[in-house]
T-cell receptor
Framework: EAQVTQNPRYLITVTGKKLTVTCSQN?????MSWYRQDPGLGLRQIYY???????DKGDVPEGYKVSRKEKRNFPLILESPSPNQTSLYFC????????????FGQGTRLTVV | GEDVEQSLFLSVREGDSSVINCTYT??????LYWYKQEPGAGLQLLTY?????DMKQDQRLTVLLNKKDKHLSLRIADTQTGDSAIYFC?????????????FGQGTTLQVKP
């Protein structure tokens, strides 16, 4: 079954404690991206990756890092989380950047206290 | 700039038609999408339309695109309680090399029995 898997689904952490949200896809997609969803704002792109070892900033990259060492995995790293990073995070993948059929993960609800 | 706007809430009775509206600003939009988000779930692609099309129909869903007015709508015929969800309009543009999807704020559809 084609899917994008994120872990964890829910996470409560404290300010400053480094965390990683994992994302894995099984469709051999080249393009992967991270979005955050906040009430009244829709989804905003954090980072994206066109292929292995090719990553770039989206609209709201501050406070986040990513890596793309393998095609299937695209982890999101928060080196020093802050309360304003409390949000619902989605990983997405598609065959290429045209996104005609983007698949989204189930979401990770992060709370930073 | 890039902006996508949707009304935030729509309530209909079961069996009625629902029409969710969306406006966008970027005239270089190439694809326009409708995503559905059920509670606690990720985003599911419902349908998409290429910018040179006026209409697309898929079972109970009809997408209308007015490119002159930059207006997109999603009509759901015979709305069911299972259609209750948040619906996101999104666009991707030829002017962007990032593959970013630009999302509206989401419209919460409430279907009353």
């Amino acid at each position: 079954e084609a899917q994008v898997t994120q872990n964890p689904r829910y996470l409560i952490t404290v300010t400053g404690k480094k965390l990683t949200v994992t994302c894995s896809q099984n469709m051999n997609h080249e393009y992967m991206s991270w979005y955050r969803q906040d009430p009244g704002l829709g989804l905003r792109q954090i980072y994206y990756s066109m292929n292995v070892e090719v990553t770039d900033k989206g609209d709201v990259p501050e406070g986040y890092k990513v890596s793309r060492k393998e095609k299937r995995n695209f982890p999101l790293i928060l080196e020093s989380p802050s309360p304003n990073q409390t949000s619902l995070y989605f990983c997405a993948s598609s065959y290429n950047r045209r996104n005609t059929e983007a698949f989204f993960g189930q979401g990770t609800r992060l709370t930073v206290v | 700039g890039e902006d996508v706007e949707q009304s935030l809430f729509l309530s209909v009775r079961e069996g009625d038609s629902s029409v969710i509206n969306c406006t966008y600003t970027d005239s270089s939009s190439t694809y326009l999408y409708w995503y559905k988000q059920e509670p606690g779930a990720g985003l599911q692609l419902l349908t998409y339309i290429f910018s040179n099309m006026d209409m697309k129909q898929d079972q109970r869903l009809t997408v209308l695109l007015n490119k002159k007015d930059k207006h997109l709508s999603l009509r759901i015929a015979d709305t069911q309680t299972g259609d209750s969800a948040i619906y996101f309009c999104a666009e991707s543009t030829s002017s962007s090399n990032t593959g970013k999807l630009i999302f509206g704020q989401g419209t919460t559809l409430q279907v009353k029995p």
